[in-house]
């Protein structure tokens, strides 16, 4: 079987990260402040370092590679443990290995346009077993059509979702932690799926949100109407503090209360929309939404 099917199963364990590596050999670059050139050839050229190894990622038997699949298709997932593996990747796909800070705010991340070697070594091997014997021109053809040998994944960290303790939900610590890992997951690929089937309909304050009625939905078999509002920080009256803040414009921050009463609201009328139907068809359900918007922002 060859790489890229193999990553197509649920993956965990070292092997994830293993799997990855094949098909994007900059992880193989320990993140350093001279890594950038050995970044550029791993990343641009396929060409992993000649001491290729992953001894700079800790690693976990729960880190696992899987696909959701999704109305718009499926969706590759790395979930890693340890908070120090989620930042080393990061920063080494997210800034060519160079050793940056990564906010602790940050718990998930989408890269999108990755060149995927495990996809170039896949149609290198149809071609030469039909007969071909010209790769170099082939691979230059090839590569010229859009999204050519690129790919799409979301990182997700552990963590409890949006920085709220367990003793503020209805679960214990370790299950917060297995529900938040699952709501975390699901609100990401909420956000691909919109972004693959909506491009244009961009309202971020909404696209929270209804990414979280997804996140929600998939881990919890339900709607919590008081953790929605909890994630992002608004009551009836307006902001108690929370995640809102972070999408908001600075006109949008001078009346926050004003807005975070209408999230509120927003929030209790999914609520009272919600049953075992939309429980059972969340990304469905998340279309429906999008369509259409209880708040405009």
């Not at 364990?13 to 994007?24: C, T």
């Not at 070594?121 to 010209?134: E, K, N, R, V, W």
């Not at 503020?168 to 990401?188: D, F, G, K, N, Q």
Request: hydrophobic share 40%; aromatic share 8%.
């Amino acid at each position: 079987m060859s790489q890229l099917a193999a990553s197509k199963n649920s993956l965990r364990g070292p092997v994830a990260l293993e799997s990855l590596a094949v098909r994007f050999p900059q992880l193989y670059v320990k993140p350093a402040e001279d890594a950038q050139e050995a970044h550029r050839l791993a990343s641009g050229r396929g060409i992993a370092p000649s001491d290729a190894s992953l001894t700079h990622f800790e690693g976990s038997p729960e880190d696992e590679l899987r696909e959701v699949e999704t109305p718009a298709g499926s969706v590759e997932v790395l979930f890693l443990k340890r908070r120090a593996d989620f930042e080393t990747f990061l920063q080494i796909v997210g800034h060519k290995s160079s050793p940056v800070p990564i906010a602790r705010t940050v718990g998930a991340i989408t890269y999108r346009g990755l060149a995927d070697w495990g996809k170039v070594a896949d149609a290198q091997d149809a071609y030469l077993a039909a007969g071909g014997d010209d790769w170099n021109s082939e691979f230059a053809r090839l590569a010229k059509e859009p999204g050519a040998f690129r790919s799409e994944i979301v990182v997700i960290s552990e963590g409890p979702y949006s920085n709220i303790p367990s003793d503020e939900t209805p679960y214990a610590p370790e299950e917060w932690l297995r529900v938040s890992r699952e709501i975390r997951l699901h609100h990401e690929c909420a956000h691909v799926v919109c972004r693959r089937t909506m491009p244009d309909d961009i309202l971020p304050i909404w696209d929270e949100i209804t990414a979280d009625v997804v996140g929600l939905l998939s881990a919890t078999s339900g709607y919590d109407v008081d953790l929605a509002t909890r994630f992002l920080g608004v009551g009836a009256q307006g902001f108690t503090g929370g995640r809102l803040e972070e999408y908001l414009d600075e006109e949008q921050k001078c009346r926050i209360d004003e807005v975070a009463a209408e999230v509120y609201n927003a929030c209790a009328q999914i609520g009272q929309m919600c049953g075992s139907d939309e429980a059972d068809r969340p990304f469905e359900f998340l279309l429906d939404l999008k369509r259409t918007p209880l708040v405009r922002y």
